[in-house]
């Protein structure tokens, strides 16, 4: 069985603050994807990031960055210097041969 | 190129009204998944396909759900008869592998949004 949890169910932070979203992840299989989604108050999922079980290779990509470390079944996603535009719910998600088992969440608020 | 296309954006049915949701994929993923979003449950995946043959319905709540996808470009999720515990966010989802086993990339229609009363 494949599970994915968020712990943070929400965060606030103020705006040009740092913020880490944590992601822990269970799964048997030793191929697998995970991603990142995010949903802005809009309400549309939109794909962040996709990483592969056999790549722990970190990634930036402008002000985000994501940890991925195999040996502690962790994936978490950081946000440098927020915005407010960052706010939203980010989702976390394990998909192996197409089930897809996503975290239930977690809500960022950033403060002007 | 066009995202996934989710009709209707918005559906208000009164209970035991049959309720049809569709769904487009972006041309050339091989995968498409229905998902249900509420505050309770999260985001659950109902059912998903590969190449046009569902693959898992596991996540199907009851037989009052169908799904089908009879091409690659179209899918169907049904309600028959719907009740109010189905209001929810409906999602579509279709995904690539690009050939292989896992799914390189999944991408969301905007959702729709049904209200049952």
């Not at chain 1, 592969?52 to 210097?81: L, P, V």
Request: proline residues 5%.
């Amino acid at each position: 069985a494949q599970k994915v949890t968020q712990a943070q169910t929400e965060i606030s932070v103020v705006e040009k603050e740092d913020v880490t979203l944590d992601c822990v992840y269970e799964t048997r299989d030793t191929t697998y994807y995970l991603f990142w989604y995010k949903q802005p108050p809009s309400g549309e999922l939109v794909f962040l990031i996709r990483r592969n079980s056999f790549d722990e290779q970190n990634e930036i990509s402008g002000r985000y960055s994501w940890n991925f470390q195999k040996s502690t079944s962790s994936f978490n996603f950081t946000i440098t210097a927020s915005q407010v535009v960052d706010s939203a719910v980010y989702f976390c998600a394990l998909n192996n041969a197409g089930k897809s088992t996503f975290g239930d969440g977690t809500t960022l608020t950033v403060k002007p | 190129d066009a995202g996934v296309i989710q009709s209707p954006r918005h559906e208000v049915t009164e209970m035991g009204q049959e309720v049809t949701l569709r769904c487009k994929p972006i041309s050339g993923h091989d995968y498409l998944f229905w998902y249900r979003q509420t505050m309770m449950r999260g985001l659950e995946l109902l059912i998903y396909f590969n190449n046009n043959v569902p693959i898992d319905d596991s996540g199907m709540p009851e037989d009052r759900f169908s799904a089908k996808m009879p091409n690659a470009s179209f899918s169907t999720l049904k309600i028959q008869p719907s009740e109010p515990r189905d209001s929810a966010v409906y999602f579509c989802a279709s995904g690539s592998s690009r050939g292989g086993e896992l799914i390189y990339e999944q991408y969301f229609g905007p959702g729709t949004r049904l209200t049952v009363t």
